[in-house]
C-alpha cells in the first residue's frame, strides 16, 4: 500500500505565505506524478498543480506566478509553495500520487490520494 503524509497547512494572514509538503511512503516502484488539489467549502475539487517525472509542470491558470510546485524524487516527496495568500485560497489542499506502479504488483498503475490539509487565510 502507499500512503500520502500533508503537512504545513494552517492559518495564515492574506498576504502570508506556506509550504506545504506531501511524503508518499511504502513499496512504490515508480510513479508518473505528483500533485496538488484542494476543494473548498460547496465546491469540486480543484486542480493546483502537478509535477511529472519528467520535470513538466501544469498549475492551475489563476494560480501561475504565485505558487510553486518543487519535488524530491529521491524521497518521493513534493512540496507547494504558496505565496500572496488571498482568502480565496481557504481549502483542504490533497496530495496526489498518479500513475504509481507497486513493487508488489508491477502490472498494474493507480492514483493515491492523502487526507487532506486544511488551509485558512483571513482577510
Known amino acids: 500500500q502507499v500512503q500520502l503524509v500533508e503537512s504545513g497547512g494552517g492559518l495564515v494572514q492574506a498576504g502570508g505565505s506556506l509550504r506545504l509538503s506531501c511524503a508518499a511512503s511504502?513499496?512504490?516502484?515508480?510513479?508518473?506524478?505528483m500533485g496538488w488539489y484542494r476543494q473548498a467549502p460547496g465546491k469540486q475539487r480543484e486542480l493546483v498543480a502537478t509535477?511529472?517525472?519528467?520535470?513538466?509542470?501544469n498549475y492551475a491558470e489563476s494560480l501561475k506566478g504565485r505558487f510553486t510546485i518543487s519535488r524530491r524524487s529521491a524521497k518521493n516527496t513534493v512540496y507547494l509553495q504558496m505565496n500572496s495568500l488571498k482568502p480565496e485560497d481557504t481549502a483542504v489542499y490533497y496530495c496526489?500520487?498518479?500513475?504509481?506502479?507497486?513493487?508488489?504488483?508491477?502490472?498494474?498503475?493507480?492514483?493515491?490520494w492523502g487526507q487532506g490539509t486544511q488551509v485558512t487565510v483571513s482577510a
Open positions: 509535477l511529472t517525472n519528467g520535470g513538466s509542470t
Open positions: 511504502g513499496s512504490i516502484l515508480s510513479m508518473n506524478a
Open positions: 496526489n500520487a498518479a500513475g504509481v506502479v507497486l513493487t508488489s504488483s508491477p502490472r498494474n498503475r493507480r492514483d493515491y
